[in-house]
């Protein structure tokens, strides 16, 4: 057994080893002098990118592995000549990844995904831009990468396997490896698992890029690829067109304006699932969140928003790039889509505004790092920057102790930069469990300790000089079924609160208007005085041009429109509608249809 765990051993670390290499290859092919890049950027991209070459890594052993598991069996086994044949395919398949993500990426500017395929329908356009000389050189590189790559697996590789005399404690041993080579696959034991966005650790793009492994891009990219395009294609172009147009208008002067500057500092708490449900106001469970009822007679109370998605990824997306959800995809899980969207950080930084984000869970959870950062966030913080005492949520760190956190990080801020800060709350997400039993049933309970934490902030912030010029928006990611009765995505679980705060409201004031929480950033950005043009799914809901109030937003293979005349709700997996209340209306459906079908053009198109 020792030669066989030898052998799977020395190559898993040849891969590895590989892998790591191509890093600073990388980056010196692609102008890492020119760019000054420091000695120490370099240990850094190894650091942040070692998960993802060790993930690709455990992929490609899983084959020897299985060689090696049935070896046990047998009296000998000849294994250099089973796996020469696989040696050349990894060997030539990674070498050939490597180089032409290396030479792709002056011209692209981004690591090499699944938009590749697009130009192998026309390799004579796609290589238009290039001579053959640099084709030719490549090519033998590629070539002769490969042979090396593939010598030095044949090397390490024993010619034939002896027997092993304890099978069954064989066998054992290496399905227990097994496991081992899953969790590095995996990428750990925590809920995220292995992702392109976990390589990301800075604000500069070409780091970032450099630590991604281009093998572990280009599959997960693949595996979430697919022609949006085509997608909910209900009506012909002209008639969706028809339908589409002016629904999102992008124009117009504010019909009231709520701030007492257009530069403040912009706080916004996004509130884990915290829907309506739990808002008396709202029609809610009456003593659930008294904070946010009493704080809603202080500021900018808008009662009529509804949530666009149903999950933590799509709503921190609608949010914070106003842009549309989606029943079958999540926007943020391919950063080659995200990456293209606009955001209020992105915005915001082009003011001169410093932007950070908090998060007291696992920052790297559906890509979110990489989404993050890709929209203008200049600083990161999550539970690894918590002490291990601190992470008392199975989630990461409740939420009285990330409140607290930021208190005193806003506190300690009197420079005259604007700062933005953005803050995703945790404790009011399953399982439940928070240091606070003011109420009896388990989920109302954690919910009210958010809020409870919210008013405690929010009271100490007024005390601070800060709060003078502060704006401080609050609005939940998405709702929550609670309680558990009707339909899932009924629209009472996607109504939620949106509540603007602080010293730089000038006055409390109550809006009823319909809206999604999609127009936030549009809403926001309009009365900062900044264009929003880009934010083409959000409106402006204090604007002149809002002349059409409406929400729309998704479930699982499914939507749902609601406008002043009712609800409808279709299932896009039995084309059923679920909802129409309080009659029928083929309008309804349409519009709801049209802007579904737009908003699978306009992903495709990105």
């Known amino acids: 057994m020792k030669k066989r765990l030898t052998y799977l051993g020395c190559f898993f670390a040849s891969i590895l080893g590989y892998f790591l290499l191509q890093k600073p290859v990388f980056m010196l092919y692609n102008g890492a002098c020119e760019k000054g890049t420091a000695f120490i950027d370099y240990l850094r991209v190894l650091f942040h990118g070692f998960t993802l070459d060790a993930a690709t890594t455990g992929y490609l052993t899983a084959i020897p592995w299985l060689a090696i598991l049935c070896s046990i069996w047998f009296r000998r086994f000849p294994l250099k000549k089973i796996l020469i044949g696989y040696y050349v395919l990894i060997s030539l398949a990674t070498t050939l990844i490597f180089i032409g993500d290396m030479a792709l990426y002056p011209f692209w500017g981004f690591k090499l995904d699944a938009s590749i395929f697009l130009y192998l329908d026309s390799p004579k356009?796609?290589?238009?831009?290039?001579?053959?000389?640099?084709i030719l050189i490549r090519l033998l590189c590629i070539l002769i990468l490969s042979a090396l790559v593939t010598w030095g697996l044949y090397k390490i590789t024993p010619d034939c396997l002896p027997q092993v005399q304890k099978r069954i404690t064989g066998s054992l041993i290496t399905l227990l490896l097994g496991g081992v080579i899953f969790i590095v696959i995996r990428g750990g034991v925590t809920e995220s698992t292995s992702n392109v966005g976990q390589a990301y650790f800075c604000n500069d793009e070409f780091l970032n890029h450099s630590a991604i492994n281009p093998d572990f891009s280009l599959l997960s990219s693949i595996s979430k690829t697919t022609d949006f395009s085509q997608q909910f294609n209900f009506f012909d172009e002209e008639k969706r067109a028809s339908l589409f147009e002016g629904l999102y208008a992008d124009t117009g002067e504010n019909e009231v304006s709520l701030l007492t500057t257009n530069r403040p500092n912009v706080l916004i708490i996004?509130?884990?699932?915290?829907?309506?449900?739990?808002?008396?106001?709202?029609?809610?469970?009456?003593?659930?969140?008294?904070?946010?009822?009493?704080?809603?007679?202080?500021?900018?109370?808008f009662t009529n928003c509804y949530a666009n998605s149903f999950r933590t990824d799509r709503g921190t997306v609608c949010t914070f790039s106003g842009y549309q959800s989606f029943p079958t995809v999540s926007v943020m899980k391919s950063p080659a889509k995200s990456r293209t969207l606009p955001s209020i950080a992105g915005k915001l930084r082009e003011q001169g505004y410093a932007t950070d984000f908090l998060y007291g869970g696992d920052i790297n959870f559906t890509n979110m790092k990489s989404y993050l950062l890709g929209s203008g966030y200049q600083q990161l913080t999550a539970d690894v920057d918590f002490s291990m005492e601190e992470r008392k949520n199975p989630w990461g760190v409740n939420d009285d102790i990330t409140f607290e956190y930021l208190y005193r990080q806003i506190k300690?801020?009197?420079?005259?930069?604007?700062?933005?800060?953005?803050?995703?709350?945790?404790?009011?997400?399953?399982?439940?469990?928070?240091p606070y039993h003011r109420l009896k049933e388990k989920i109302p309970n954690a919910f009210a300790f958010t809020d409870d934490c919210l008013g405690k902030f929010i009271d100490k912030l007024k005390t601070l000089p800060q709060w003078k010029n502060l704006l401080i928006v609050c609005l939940p990611d998405h709702?929550?079924?609670?309680?558990?009765?009707?339909?899932?995505?009924?629209?009472?679980?996607?109504?939620?609160?949106?509540?603007?705060?602080?010293?730089?409201?000038?006055?409390?004031?109550?809006?009823?208007?319909?809206?999604?929480?999609?127009?936030?950033?549009?809403?926001?950005?309009?009365?900062?005085?900044?264009?929003?043009?880009?934010f083409n799914f959000s409106r402006n809901v204090l604007g002149k041009n809002y002349k059409y109030p409406f929400a729309y937003?998704?479930?699982?293979?499914?939507?749902?429109?609601r406008d002043s005349t009712g609800t409808t709700l279709i299932d896009n997996n039995s084309g059923k509608t679920l909802i129409e209340s309080p009659a029928p209306n083929e309008r309804r459906t349409e519009l709801g249809k049209a802007i579904l079908q737009s908003s699978y053009d306009d992903l495709g198109a990105r």
Do not use: C
């Open 125 to 134: 356009n796609a290589m238009a831009s290039v001579s053959f000389g640099f």
């Open 412 to 434: 300690e801020r009197d420079t005259d930069q604007p700062w933005h800060t953005a803050f995703l709350t945790l404790s009011s997400h399953e399982p439940f469990e928070v």
């Open 479 to 534: 709702g929550y079924y609670y309680p558990e009765e009707g339909l899932v995505h009924d629209p009472r679980i996607h109504h939620i609160p949106m509540l603007w705060l602080g010293g730089a409201i000038k006055q409390p004031m109550v809006i009823n208007k319909l809206m999604n929480q999609s127009d936030m950033a549009a809403t926001l950005l309009a009365q900062l005085g900044i264009s929003h043009k880009e």
């Open 553 to 561: 937003y998704t479930y699982n293979n499914g939507f749902a429109f």
């Open 270 to 301: 996004l509130m884990e699932s915290f829907g309506g449900v739990f808002v008396e106001s709202l029609g809610g469970i009456p003593g659930v969140s008294p904070n946010l009822e009493r704080l809603s007679k202080e500021g900018v109370f």
